[in-house]
């Protein structure tokens, strides 16, 4: 049996916080604003999977009034979420995710995310596919003003 999910996540750039995204702090003049944080790539990808097992959404399980999850780092969010996932019964079939981001660019550094959530997921990293795009000056993203991510996952039965 396979599920499929998707995610989506946008945050505001601001100064005086670090940009962190797939669970690497990129260096950057500016960071995303969020309770969390706000890591827009595991925050849709926690949502891709939480959706393709019908568990409702990343607000439900991890409000942002509860303060406990207050600058949490989102891979303590996506490791609950990989814990719900298999104790569903599933594991990971693979992983596509897209983030728009006008700048820095994130070539770089897409390797490193790709192992980080490879580790995080524990599956193998060819299962994890990471594409970063500009938003071609278009919309809050396209101005540099926020950053998103959106992912699709496909999960088997174990």
Same mark, same amino acid.
């Given at each position: 049996?396979?599920?499929?999910?998707?995610?989506?996540?946008?945050?505001?750039?601001?100064?005086?916080?670090?940009?962190?995204?797939?669970?690497?702090?990129?260096?950057?003049?500016?960071?995303?604003?969020?309770? #969390? %944080? /706000? &890591?827009?790539?595991? @925050?849709?990808?926690?949502? +891709? !999977?939480?959706? *393709?097992?019908?568990? $409702?959404?990343?607000?439900?399980?991890? #409000? %942002? /009034? &509860?303060?406990?999850? @207050?600058?949490?780092?989102? +891979? !303590?969010?996506? *490791?609950?979420?990989? $814990?719900?996932?298999?104790?569903?019964?599933?594991?990971?079939?693979?992983?596509?995710?897209?983030?728009?981001?006008?700048?820095?660019?994130?070539?770089?550094?897409?390797?490193?995310?790709?192992?980080?959530?490879?580790?995080?997921?524990?599956?193998?990293?060819?299962?994890?596919?990471?594409?970063?795009?500009?938003?071609?000056?278009?919309?809050?993203?396209?101005?540099?003003?926020?950053?998103?991510?959106?992912?699709?996952?496909?999960?088997?039965?174990?």
């Amino acid at each position: 049996m396979y599920r499929i999910g998707f995610g989506e996540d946008i945050h505001r750039l601001v100064k005086g916080r670090r940009l962190v995204l797939g669970g690497i702090v990129i260096p950057s003049d500016l960071g995303l604003l969020g309770h #969390s %944080d /706000a &890591d827009v790539v595991l @925050h849709s990808l926690s949502d +891709a !999977i939480l959706g *393709a097992l019908a568990l $409702g959404d990343l607000g439900t399980h991890f #409000s %942002d /009034a &509860d303060e406990r999850y @207050h600058d949490i780092d989102s +891979a !303590i969010i996506l *490791a609950e979420v990989v $814990g719900s996932m298999r104790k569903e019964g599933f594991e990971i079939g693979n992983v596509d995710i897209s983030i728009a981001l006008e700048k820095p660019y994130l070539a770089p550094f897409i390797s490193s995310m790709r192992e980080r959530i490879a580790r995080l997921l524990s599956t193998a990293i060819d299962e994890v596919s990471i594409k970063a795009m500009t938003n071609e000056r278009l919309d809050a993203v396209g101005r540099g003003e926020a950053c998103k991510a959106t992912s699709v996952v496909l999960l088997r039965r174990r």
